[in-house]
Nanobody
Framework: QAQPEESGGGSVQAGGSLKLSCKTR???????????MSWFRQAPGKQRELVAR???????DYADFVEGRFTISKDNTKRALFLQMNSLKPEDTAVYYC??????WGQGIQVTVSS
C-alpha cells in the first residue's frame, strides 16, 4: 500500500486560511509526475466531492464552490501535492482526501471552519 500522508488540517475561524500537504516517498518520480492528482472532500451526510485537480501539465481545475479561494499545486521533486485554502467558510468543513492516482489515496484529514 502506497498511502500518502496528509497534513496541515485543523480548526480555523471563518475567513481564515489553511494549507494542506500530501506527501509520500513510496511513489516513484515518473509515476508522480505522470499522474493527474486531486483533492476530494466529504462532509458528514454528504457524498464525496471533487475539490480540485491538477494534470501532469499543471492544468488546474476547481469545483465552482472553491474557485477563487483555493489553489492546487504540486512539487514533483518533493513528490508533494498541496491545497492552499483561503477565505474558508463553515461549509468547507469536511474530511479532505489526497488522491495521487490509482493506489495512492490518502487517509483523509479533518478541516473544521467555525462561524
Amino acid at each position: 500500500q502506497a498511502q500518502p500522508e496528509e497534513s496541515g488540517g485543523g480548526s480555523v475561524q471563518a475567513g481564515g486560511s489553511l494549507k494542506l500537504s500530501c506527501k509520500t516517498r513510496r511513489i516513484i518520480l515518473s509515476t508522480f509526475t505522470g499522474n493527474t492528482m486531486s483533492w476530494f472532500r466529504q462532509a458528514p451526510g454528504k457524498q464525496r466531492e471533487l475539490v480540485a485537480r491538477i494534470t501532469p501539465e499543471r492544468r488546474a481545475d476547481y469545483a465552482d464552490f472553491v474557485e477563487g479561494r483555493f489553489t492546487i499545486s504540486k512539487d514533483n521533486t518533493k513528490r508533494a501535492l498541496f491545497l492552499q485554502m483561503n477565505s474558508l467558510k463553515p461549509e468547507d468543513t469536511a474530511v479532505y482526501y489526497c488522491d495521487m492516482g490509482p493506489g495512492y489515496w490518502g487517509q483523509g484529514i479533518q478541516v473544521t471552519v467555525s462561524s
